[in-house]
C-alpha cells in the first residue's frame, strides 16, 4: 500500500482560477502545505492543456506536492504526473495501472459504493475518494453521502480514504473524525485570493 503525502489534496477549477493565476495558485497551495493537488481541466484544447499540466506538475513538484490528472492517464503519462484520478465513466484502474507504471498514483472515486470501492482496491487503486460528503458549491447537483460511509470503509478496505464535497475548514474535523485521512477540496482554497492561507487553515484542522 503507498504511503499518501498527509497535507491538504486540492483539486483545480478553471471557472475558479484565471488562466493567468493558474499556475501562481498551483505554486502557492503546494508551497503551504498541499500535499496532494489534482489537475481537473477538460474545457482546453489539447494543446493548452498539455502547456498548463506542464507548468502545473513544475510548480507542483518545486515545492513537494504530488500533481495528478483527472480521468487522463494518457495526459498524466505525457507529461510525467505523479498519477491520475479516475470517475466513473473513465478508463479502468488496470488500463491506468499498464499505461502509468507501478509508482504511479491512481485513486477512484467510488461515492458512496463500499462494493465499488472493494473491487477497485482489489485491482490496484491507491486511495478511494468518498462523496460529496456536503452540499457542493462546485458540484450543486452531487448526492449526499452520509459520513457512516467512512465507519464502513474502514473495516471493508486498506487503502487511504479521501473524502470529497462541500469540506470548508469548519466541518473538515467532522469528516476526520469519522474516519478519513484526507479531505479533498476545491472553492474552499481556490475561490478567493488567499489560496496559501486556506491551505495552512485546512491543515490545521487536520488531527
Do not use: W
Request: aromatic content about 4%; proline content about 4%; hydrophobic content about 45%.
Amino acid at each position: 500500500m503507498k504511503k499518501l503525502p498527509s497535507g491538504l489534496y486540492v483539486i483545480t477549477d478553471e471557472k475558479l482560477m484565471r488562466r493567468r493565476d493558474f499556475v501562481r495558485k498551483v505554486a502557492e497551495a503546494a508551497a503551504a502545505g498541499a500535499g496532494i493537488i489534482q489537475l481537473r481541466e477538460k474545457a482546453s484544447s489539447l494543446r493548452d492543456r498539455l502547456a498548463l499540466a506542464r507548468a502545473a506538475v513544475r510548480a507542483a513538484h518545486a515545492h513537494g506536492a504530488k500533481l495528478v490528472i483527472n480521468d487522463d492517464p494518457e495526459l498524466a503519462a505525457l507529461i510525467g504526473a505523479d498519477g491520475v484520478h479516475l470517475g466513473r465513466d473513465d478508463a479502468s484502474v488496470e488500463e491506468a495501472r499498464a499505461l502509468l507504471g507501478r509508482r504511479a498514483i491512481i485513486g477512484v472515486s467510488c461515492y458512496g459504493d463500499i462494493d465499488l470501492a472493494v473491487r477497485v482496491q482489489k485491482a490496484g487503486a491507491d486511495y478511494i475518494s468518498f462523496g460529496a460528503c456536503f452540499k457542493s458549491p462546485t458540484k450543486p447537483r452531487e448526492a449526499l453521502v452520509p459520513l457512516s460511509v467512512f465507519a464502513e470503509a474502514r473495516r471493508r478496505l486498506q487503502v487511504p480514504l479521501v473524502a470529497i464535497g462541500g469540506i470548508t475548514p469548519e466541518n473538515a474535523p467532522l469528516v476526520y473524525a469519522a474516519g478519513a485521512d484526507l479531505v479533498s477540496v476545491v472553492s474552499s482554497v481556490f475561490a478567493g485570493n488567499k489560496t496559501g492561507q486556506s491551505v495552512k487553515q485546512f491543515n490545521r484542522r487536520k488531527k
